[in-house]
C-alpha cells in the first residue's frame, strides 16, 4: 500500500495508488477526484469596476502569477467562469448588472467579495446615495478579502481559501441526494 | 486682456453684470436670463475668444441655484467665472451653452442629473449617472434619502 | 429598473445597436457604449455612465478637510498622489499657507513616479487590448518596482493618501532616493524594449495609423486635455502653464505632435515617460533638508470663498473647485475630472470607424472610469 511518490507536491492528489505489474489502481472517492481537478484550475470572470481591479491585474502579472494557482484563464464571459472576483464598489446601477452575471455562470459558481467596498461599502459606507453596502446584498459570497484595496498576496490568499473550501465540498453527493 | 479691460468689456455688453474679485480669478454675477447673449459674445468676439470652458457645475445655495462657468481664452491667456443665479428653485432652466462648447452637452446632463436644472434646447436630456426612476436631485441640500446613513 | 440595458436590436434603418460594456475586458471597467452599427461600420455611439458613480462629491461634504483627501485616491486609483495632491494644494490656496521645499520636492517625485506607473499601465492595457498580451507582463515588472518604492515611503500599493494640507504625511523612507534611482536606470534601459516590442510594429501601426482623428478646435470644444489633446496639438500642459509644487524647478518638454489620431497619442504617452524619468532624475539628488510639512491646525477651516486648482494627472487636466461657508467641512466640491471630458469626444473619433478602431480609441484616450464617474 505504498502511495505514489510522483503524485506527492503541494496538490497532494487524493486518494491511494496501489502499484500493480502493468500499472497501478487507483481508489478513491468521485467527489474528492473531482474537487481536486476543479480546485486546480477555477476560471475567474474578470469583473473588476475600480481600484481593486488593478491589484487583480497585479495578481495576474509578472510578480505574483496567479498563474502558479491554476487561476490564469480569466474570462471576460460569464458562460466560461467557474468563479467571480467582484473587484470593486458595486453601485445601484450596476447591482442588477452584477445579478444578471452572476445568473449567467454555470454551476457549481463561486464569489470572491475583492475589498472593503464589496464588504460593506467600505470608504463609501456613511453619506453616499448610490453605493450598495456589501456586494452580499446581490449575490452570495464565498470568500471575503478585507483591504482597500488588498494587496496581490490577499487575492491569492483567498483564491488558495476557496481551494480549501472546494475540496471539502461533497458537490455531486448533494446533487444525487437532490435527485432522490 | 487684464481684469479691468474684461470688466469694462463685459459691462458694455451686459451693464447689470456685477462683479467680485475677491478670488483668483474675475467672478462675473448675472441672472439666468441673461446669460446666453453675453457667453454667446464671450465665445464669438475675437476679443474675448473664450474657446475653452474648463468647469461647468452648479451650487446649492439653499435660497436659489448657481450655474457656475469657469471659461479661458487659449489665444490670450485669460480666465473669468461667469455665475447665473436661478431664483426658481421648483421650476429650475436655463439656457444650454452646449452649442458653443461641444463638452458642455455631457457636464449639463451631469448638472440635470444631480440639480435638476433644466437646460432649455439641450439635445439630449436625461439622467446621467443615475437609473431613470430616480427620485429627487442627490446634490441639492434639501435632499434626503432613507436609505443613505449619516455619520 | 428602467434605464438599464437593453437587447441588441436592429433600427429601422437596418442599422445593427449593440450594447458594449458596462462588463467588457476593453472599456478598462465599467463603461457602457450604446454602438449603431452598418456592418462593421460604426455609425453612432452613445456612452451611458454612471456604473460607478459613487456620490463621492455629495460624501466630501460631510468630512473635514483633512478627511475628503481619501476619496480621490479612489477616483482615478492610477493617479492617486496626483489627486491627492490636487485637494492638498486647493486646500493650502484657501489658507494661504506656504508648503516646505522639501514636501514640494517630495511631492514632485512622487507624482512624476505616478505617472510613470499609470503610463506603463496604460502601455501593458493598450497592448492587451490590441492583440498582444506580451506588453501587460513587461509593464507589470517595471511598474512592481514603483509600487514598492510607493508602499515602502507610503504604506500602501494603490492608494497612498500620502498629501495632507501643508505637505506629506511623513518624511520619505531611507532607501527612497537609492532604490528611485535604481529603478530609473532599470526603466531607462527597458523603453528601447518597449519600442521593439510595440512601436515599431507593423500590425500596431496599421490598427493605430489614421485611426481616431481629432482636430485641435475640436480637442479644444470638447475640453480635452492631457496626452489626448497634446496629440492634436492642443498646448494644454498644467505643469508648463501654471507650475505648481517644484515643476518651476525643473526642466522638462511639453510633448506635442499634430497627428491627432491613436499612434500620436500612443507616441505622446511614450516620449511623457523618458521626460517623467529626468524629471525625476533632476530631483532626486537635491530634495532640500528641512520640514516636510507646515504647522496646520488640528480642526482646517477655510475662509468663505471659492478655491481652484488645476494639476496635471497622466490623463489630463484635474481641477478641484471646493465652495467654502467657512465651516469645517466644504460646501460643495466639484472634480473636473480629466476622463469626463476625454469621454465627451469619443463618439465624434469614433464615428464612421470600425468597431476594431473603437477599441483602439478608447484605450488611446486611457480611460479610468471611476475617475469619470466619481
Redesign the interface.
Request: charged share 30%; aromatic share 14%; hydrophobic share 40%.
Given at each position: 500500500m505504498e502511495i505514489n511518490k510522483s503524485m506527492e507536491g503541494p496538490m497532494t492528489f487524493p486518494g491511494q495508488v496501489h502499484e500493480t505489474a502493468d500499472g497501478g489502481i487507483l481508489v478513491t472517492k468521485l467527489d474528492d477526484v473531482i474537487n481536486w481537478a476543479r480546485s486546480n484550475s477555477l476560471w475567474p470572470l474578470v469583473f473588476g469596476t475600480s481600484c481593486c481591479a488593478i491589484e487583480m491585474m497585479s495578481a495576474a502579472g509578472a510578480k505574483h502569477d496567479w498563474s502558479r494557482f491554476g487561476f490564469e484563464v480569466a474570462r471576460a464571459t460569464p458562460r466560461q467562469a467557474d468563479l467571480i472576483i467582484v473587484a470593486g464598489t458595486i453601485v445601484m446601477k450596476m447591482a442588477p448588472v452584477l445579478k444578471r452575471l452572476y445568473d449567467q455562470m454555470p454551476e457549481p459558481k463561486y464569489v470572491i467579495a475583492m475589498g472593503a467596498c464589496t464588504i460593506s461599502g467600505g470608504p463609501f459606507f456613511y453619506n453616499t446615495y448610490s453605493v450598495v453596502k456589501g456586494v452580499d446584498h446581490v449575490i452570495p459570497v464565498d470568500v471575503y478579502i478585507p483591504g482597500c484595496p488588498p494587496r496581490p498576496e490577499a487575492l491569492l490568499h483567498s483564491m488558495i481559501t476557496l481551494q480549501e473550501k472546494i475540496k471539502h465540498e461533497q458537490y455531486f453527493k448533494k446533487k444525487i441526494e437532490d435527485v432522490r | 486682456m487684464n481684469i479691468e479691460e474684461l470688466k469694462s468689456s463685459i459691462s458694455a455688453i451686459l451693464p447689470s453684470a456685477v462683479y467680485d474679485e475677491?478670488?483668483?480669478?474675475l467672478?462675473v454675477n448675472i441672472a439666468s436670463e441673461e446669460l446666453y447673449p453675453l457667453i454667446n459674445e464671450l465665445r464669438s468676439n475675437s476679443e474675448f475668444d473664450f474657446?475653452?470652458?474648463?468647469?461647468l457645475?452648479c451650487?446649492?445655495w439653499k435660497d436659489h441655484l448657481m450655474m457656475?462657468y469657469?471659461l479661458l481664452s487659449?489665444t490670450h491667456n485669460h480666465t473669468i467665472?461667469l455665475k447665473a443665479k436661478i431664483s426658481n428653485r421648483e421650476n429650475s432652466e436655463i439656457a444650454t451653452v452646449c452649442n458653443i462648447?461641444?463638452?458642455a452637452?455631457?457636464?449639463e446632463r451631469?448638472v440635470f442629473d444631480?440639480f435638476g436644472i433644466k437646460f432649455i434646447n439641450h439635445p439630449d436630456l436625461?439622467?446621467?449617472?443615475?437609473?431613470?426612476?430616480w427620485n429627487g436631485y442627490?446634490?441639492r441640500k434639501d435632499?434626503v434619502?432613507e436609505?443613505?446613513?449619516?455619520? | 429598473m428602467r434605464g438599464l440595458i437593453e437587447d441588441d436590436y436592429v433600427t429601422e434603418e437596418g442599422e445593427f445597436v449593440i450594447n458594449m460594456g458596462p462588463q467588457h475586458p476593453s472599456t478598462h471597467g465599467v463603461l457602457h457604449l450604446k454602438v449603431w452599427l452598418d456592418g462593421e461600420t460604426v455609425k453612432k455611439v452613445q456612452p451611458h455612465l454612471g456604473y460607478i458613480h459613487r456620490s463621492i462629491e455629495k460624501m466630501s461634504e460631510s468630512l473635514s478637510y483633512r478627511n475628503f483627501i481619501f476619496a480621490t485616491s479612489r477616483m482615478d486609483y492610477l493617479a492617486a498622489h496626483i489627486n491627492n495632491e490636487a485637494c492638498a494644494l486647493t486646500v493650502e490656496k484657501g489658507l494661504q499657507l506656504e508648503v516646505p521645499d522639501r514636501a514640494k520636492y517630495i511631492r514632485t517625485i512622487l507624482a512624476e513616479l505616478t505617472r510613470l506607473q499609470s503610463h506603463l499601465l496604460w502601455w501593458g492595457c493598450t497592448g492587451l487590448d490590441l492583440g498582444a498580451v506580451t506588453p501587460f507582463f513587461y509593464a507589470f515588472r517595471e511598474r512592481e518596482f514603483i509600487m514598492e518604492i510607493m508602499e515602502e515611503t507610503c504604506g500602501a500599493r494603490l492608494t497612498q493618501n500620502f498629501m495632507v494640507p501643508g505637505g506629506v504625511m511623513y518624511d520619505i523612507h531611507p532607501n527612497f532616493q537609492k532604490r528611485t534611482k535604481e529603478v530609473l536606470s532599470q526603466i531607462k534601459g527597458k523603453f528601447q524594449e518597449y519600442d521593439n516590442i510595440m512601436t515599431g510594429n507593423v500590425i500596431f501601426e496599421n490598427r493605430t495609423k489614421g485611426v481616431g482623428f481629432l482636430s485641435k478646435e475640436d480637442a479644444i470644444s470638447y475640453g480635452v486635455t492631457g496626452p489626448t489633446a497634446r496629440a492634436s496639438g492642443v498646448s494644454c500642459d498644467i505643469r508648463k502653464l501654471i507650475p505648481y509644487s517644484a515643476y518651476n524647478q525643473v526642466q522638462f518638454d511639453e510633448i506635442l505632435d499634430n497627428g491627432g489620431d491613436c499612434y500620436a497619442r500612443y507616441m505622446i504617452r511614450m516620449q511623457e515617460m523618458k521626460q517623467s524619468v529626468s524629471i525625476i532624475e533632476q530631483l532626486i539628488d537635491n530634495i532640500p533638508e528641512g520640514e516636510f510639512q507646515a504647522k496646520t491646525k488640528n480642526v482646517i477651516k477655510l475662509p468663505k470663498g471659492e478655491f481652484y486648482q488645476r494639476v496635471e494627472t497622466p490623463r489630463g487636466e484635474l481641477g478641484v473647485f471646493i465652495v467654502s461657508d467657512g465651516a469645517a467641512s466644504p460646501y460643495r466640491i466639484k472634480y473636473r475630472s480629466p476622463g469626463f471630458s476625454n469621454l465627451s469626444a469619443l463618439p465624434l473619433m469614433a464615428k464612421g470607424g470600425k468597431i476594431g478602431d473603437l477599441v483602439a480609441i478608447m484605450s488611446t484616450i486611457d480611460l479610468v472610469i471611476p475617475d469619470i464617474d466619481r
Open positions: - | 475677491t478670488g483668483e480669478f467672478n474657446d475653452y470652458l474648463f468647469c457645475t451650487i446649492d457656475v469657469h487659449k467665472v462648447w461641444r463638452t452637452e455631457l457636464l451631469e444631480l436625461r439622467r446621467l449617472f443615475l437609473s431613470d426612476d442627490p446634490l435632499y434619502d436609505n443613505m446613513i449619516s455619520l | -
